[in-house]
């Protein structure tokens, strides 16, 4: 069983910058991680995947080259970096964990979800 934690959520500006970070209770080194995202009214959204070892990674098209997904393994930690933020990113962000999944970015493939960090961002 792994316990996940986001933090780092908050208010911010229309171009301003803010990083989520992941707490795990297990060791992350053993599973691939993602962000996903939901604002209200919207389904769950993918937000971004790192394979365990954090050498490749994937964005999704609405958050590239101004989100960057990073992990390290010795803290058992997961990070999103969000840059040049837009209202439009406004959502409940949670961090996810999968078990068996190398580079998952469908929600399905996920075993263990944190609780989420809010992410308001006004224009």
């Known amino acids: 069983q792994v316990q996940l934690v986001e933090s780092g959520g908050g208010l911010v500006q229309a171009g301003g910058s803010l990083r989520l970070s992941c707490a795990a209770s297990?060791?992350?080194?053993?599973?691939?991680m993602g962000w996903f995202r939901q604002a209200p009214g919207k389904e769950r959204e993918f937000v971004a995947v790192?394979?365990?070892?954090?050498?490749?990674?994937y964005h999704a098209d609405s958050v590239k080259d101004r989100f960057t997904i990073s992990r390290d393994n010795a803290k058992n930690t997961v990070y999103l970096q969000m840059n040049s933020l837009k209202p439009e990113d406004t959502a409940l962000y949670y961090c996810?964990?999968?078990?068996?999944?190398?580079?998952?970015?469908?929600?399905?493939?996920?075993?263990?979800w944190g609780q989420g960090t809010q992410v308001t961002v006004s224009s």
């Open positions: 996810a964990a999968s078990v068996r999944a190398q580079f998952p970015t469908n929600s399905y493939l996920y075993n263990y």
């Open positions: 297990g060791r992350t080194g053993s599973y691939a």
């Open positions: 790192i394979s365990r070892s954090g050498g490749n990674t």
